[in-house]
């Protein structure tokens, strides 16, 4: 099965383990991920702005490529996949960024959204399945008590988003599990690490982080996993703990034998 693939800028640079273990961990599945060609930055952040276009375009040229291709589109970086699924639902229910977005590009073929955009941890679930992923695993991290830190950008808005419950979210567990592993819940799994204050107010940074850490500490886990390159640098580098936060995918190829 094949799918377009947006990696994003920070995968082809400081994350570049996230897009290594989801490459080789996808061959492992029988997917294929196909890399759009000649993809720009998706924007970093979704702009609130309700008349902004212009930091929306580079989003739009992704999502019609892949709609050109006649594939669903795959992310793996949560703030890629945050941004690129509120430009795409934009383009589904705002005539006037639609109409004014296309008029710019002027596409052979006007985008209205059609684009289906899944991220990485949903193809686990719902395209593969978490029953068929556990038969695949060569490798079972039993033992191993891990924490799944959602952050902000994957849950929220969840009328948008649709990822799972924002409030109590169970993808990353049900992920941990087929890997073998034992999941561990703690009250800050999907609260706000205060990543994006790291400039402005870097003390809250410290705070924020430093507090998921413990939260899940305190629930005995031994290492977090995240989706988010963002999240992994404030919770490494902010954060005031010695407990280790990795990539999902490289449990994932760990798993698989592929690491």
């Given at each position: 099965m094949t799918y377009s693939y947006y990696p994003g800028c920070t995968l082809k640079t400081k994350a570049k383990d996230l897009d290594r273990y989801a490459r080789a961990s996808a061959a492992a599945l029988g997917i294929e991920l196909e890399e759009i060609e000649e993809w720009q930055c998706c924007g970093g952040v979704y702009p609130q702005a309700q008349d902004e276009i212009a930091t929306k375009l580079s989003s739009i040229r992704t999502l019609n490529a892949a709609k050109e291709k006649g594939q669903d589109l795959i992310t793996v970086c949560s703030g890629c996949h945050h941004v690129l699924k509120r430009v795409n639902h934009d383009m589904q229910t705002n005539d006037d960024i639609r109409t004014r977005a296309n008029n710019y590009l002027e596409l052979d073929v006007p985008y209205y959204g059609e684009?289906?955009?899944?991220?990485?941890?949903?193809?686990?679930?719902?395209?593969?399945?978490?029953?068929?992923?556990?038969?695949?695993?060569?490798n079972p991290l039993k033992?191993?008590?891990?924490?799944?830190?959602?952050?902000?950008m994957l849950l929220r808005p969840n009328?948008?988003?649709?990822?799972?419950?924002?409030?109590?979210?169970?993808?990353?567990?049900?992920?941990?599990?087929?890997?073998?592993?034992?999941?561990?819940?703690?009250?800050f799994r999907n609260e706000c690490c205060g990543a994006y204050m790291t400039l402005k107010k870097k003390e809250l940074a410290e705070e924020k982080s430093t507090k998921v850490l413990k939260s899940a500490e305190g629930k005995g886990a031994d290492m977090l996993i995240t989706a988010c390159p963002l999240c992994l640098y404030n919770l490494t580098t902010n954060g005031k703990s010695e407990l280790p936060v990795l990539y999902f995918t490289e449990l994932l190829a760990e798993a698989l034998g592929v690491k």
């Open positions: 684009t289906h955009i899944i991220h990485y941890l949903e193809m686990l679930r719902d395209v593969v399945g978490f029953d068929e992923l556990k038969k695949k695993v060569v033992g191993k008590k891990i924490g799944a830190y959602y952050g902000c009328e948008e988003m649709a990822f799972d419950d924002p409030e109590n979210p169970v993808i990353m567990e049900n992920f941990i599990k087929a890997i073998g592993a034992t999941p561990v819940i703690y009250p």
